[in-house]
Nanobody, 123 residues
Framework: VQLQASGGGLVQAGGSLRLSCAAS????????MSWFRQAPGKEREFVAA????????VYADSVKGRFTISRDNAKNTVYLQMNSLKPEDTAVYYC?????????????????WGQGTQVTVSS
């Protein structure tokens, strides 16, 4: 599966952005989908994940209550709605796909990655 992330940009603290990740290739609906982020000088970290059917979601503690992950299998797209953004949310955001039957949060477990989209939150 090939992934293309979009929707990043520059926003003021407290603002919102919606990221999209469009997938091409076979069997999008059989993959769990996740978002990760990487800030300069830091390791890539888990943000959120959604199961193949959309009935299960997992969030990092740092984004719970502010970010929402969703997917539309008919459109082969996963979304990340980000509200109440903070300067510490500034990072390159990556979508990733995993064909493991359970949600995993370790970046090393994922074989399929999008190219990343920059999110910058100004104070």
């Amino acid at each position: 599966v090939q992934l293309q992330a979009s929707g990043g940009g520059l926003v003021q603290a407290g603002g919102s952005l919606r990221l999209s990740c469009a997938a091409s290739g076979r069997s999008f609906s059989s993959y769990a989908m996740s978002w990760f982020r990487q800030a300069p000088g830091k390791e890539r970290e888990f943000v959120a994940a959604i199961g193949w059917s959309g009935d299960r979601t997992v969030y990092a503690d740092s984004v719970k209550g502010r970010f929402t992950i969703s997917r539309d299998n008919a459109k082969n797209t996963v979304y990340l709605q980000m509200n109440s953004l903070k300067p510490e949310d500034t990072a390159v955001y990556y979508c990733a796909a995993d064909d493991y039957p359970f949600i995993r949060s370790e970046p090393s477990k994922y074989d399929h990655w999008g190219q990343g989209t920059q999110v910058t939150v100004s104070s």
